[in-house]
């Protein structure tokens, strides 16, 4: 990047200035909500213009913002990182998430959350929008009093979860120049010396996935030898050069396929026919039709790695994190 995004970048005051802004902002669109309509400089604001607001803009925002500034959104602008930090200040035991242990449960929430919507009429509702905000707000605060390093944003948020799943097709990234990583001695990155510890734990020196980072900008204020900066990087390049593959994160691409034909009608109806004779309605039907339809393309998925692994002769396993990836531009 320039000198003048270095400088930028580099800012005590950024990214943390936007972060309070969006945090304000989002703050008058819940006031929005409870209320009903607010009136300022003589324009009234209603419910109706919150709603537009969340879910006609900001909500596209994000899918568009991931392909072409990966993730942007999380590390210089979200207010639920900034909750789940402000919890964090409140921390009295330092403890920590084993993600490698737990890190499938955000997965798991993700269709959770999207099945509530579903079914709940979430983008129609100001008093349901507001209860999953409020919610939401909550989590991220006390996940941050009882645990460090943005806690929520890595097992919880929905938004981080697909985020940090398609961010790994952007065309920015951030990097690191190897040929000062190698001779550094002091490693102020990993040390987090000016600005505090890397939130996602990643070793800054050898990043080579979006996937992790937030873009929070804390390694390139942390570097003194400007070598860690947000770059233009091939979109999809790590997926080509097959960069932290995860099998928990392969099988979640193509559960995500499989939502496709859930929120599509002529999906629903085509796998309706498979357990229509159980004249179910209402949320039980929903609710089917997530059971029925993302397992039916797990299963498929199943036996094409199966069939992959026996053709080129290597394990199951290893079949079945491959073979997600590459479906990841089609989802």
């Known amino acids: 990047m320039t000198t003048i995004t270095q400088k930028i970048l580099k800012n005590k005051w950024f990214p943390n200035s936007l972060r309070f802004s969006?945090?304000?902002?989002?703050?008058?669109?819940?006031?929005?909500?409870?209320?009903?309509?607010?009136?300022?400089?003589?324009?009234?604001?209603?419910?109706?213009?919150?709603?537009?607001?969340?879910?006609?803009?900001?909500?596209?925002?994000?899918?568009?913002?991931?392909?072409?500034?990966?993730?942007?959104?999380?590390?210089?602008?979200?207010?639920?990182?900034?909750?789940?930090?402000?919890?964090?200040?409140?921390?009295?035991?330092?403890?920590?998430?084993?993600?490698?242990?737990?890190?499938?449960?955000?997965?798991?929430?993700?269709?959770?959350?999207?099945?509530?919507?579903?079914?709940?009429?979430?983008?129609?509702?100001?008093?349901?929008?507001?209860?999953?905000?409020?919610?939401?707000?909550?989590?991220?605060?006390?996940?941050?009093?009882?645990?460090?390093?943005?806690?929520?944003?890595?097992?919880?948020?929905?938004?981080?979860?697909?985020?940090?799943?398609?961010?790994?097709?952007?065309?920015?990234g951030l990097r690191t120049q190897q040929d000062k990583c190698k001779v550094c001695k002091t490693f102020e990155c990993l040390k987090g010396t000016n600005a505090g510890f890397c939130p996602t734990y990643i070793n800054i020196p050898l990043i080579q996935s979006n996937k992790n980072c937030l873009l929070c900008a804390r390694c390139i204020k942390n570097c003194p030898y400007d070598s860690a900066d947000i770059k233009f990087v091939q979109p999809g390049e790590e997926v080509l050069k097959e960069s932290e593959f995860k099998l928990e994160e392969s099988i979640f691409i193509i559960a995500l396929l499989g939502l496709t034909f859930v929120l599509n009608s002529k999906g629903t109806e085509f796998f309706r026919k498979f357990f229509g004779f159980l004249n179910l309605e209402g949320a039980s039907l929903r609710t089917s039709d997530f059971i029925v339809t993302i397992g039916f393309v797990l299963f498929i998925f199943l036996v094409l790695a199966w069939i992959s692994s026996k053709i080129f002769r290597i394990d199951l396993t290893t079949s079945l994190k491959k073979t997600g990836y590459i479906y990841l531009p089609l989802t």
């Not at 991931?66 to 964090?88: D, K, M, Q, T, Y």
């Not at 084993?98 to 079914?119: P, R």
Request: net charge positive; proline share 2%; glycine share 6%.
């Open 22 to 172: 969006a945090l304000l902002f989002s703050i008058f669109l819940m006031l929005l909500l409870y209320l009903g309509s607010i009136k300022l400089f003589n324009i009234k604001f209603t419910s109706y213009w919150a709603l537009f607001v969340i879910w006609t803009l900001w909500w596209p925002f994000l899918y568009i913002s991931v392909l072409f500034f990966s993730r942007i959104w999380c590390g210089f602008l979200c207010p639920l990182g900034l909750a789940n930090e402000a919890g964090e200040k409140f921390r009295i035991k330092k403890k920590t998430i084993n993600i490698a242990k737990w890190g499938f449960l955000a997965y798991v929430l993700f269709f959770v959350i999207v099945l509530l919507e579903q079914i709940s009429g979430l983008f129609i509702s100001e008093k349901i929008t507001l209860l999953f905000f409020g919610i939401f707000f909550i989590a991220a605060f006390v996940l941050g009093l009882l645990f460090a390093r943005w806690s929520f944003c890595k097992i919880i948020c929905p938004i981080g979860t697909i985020l940090s799943v398609f961010s790994r097709l952007s065309f920015i």
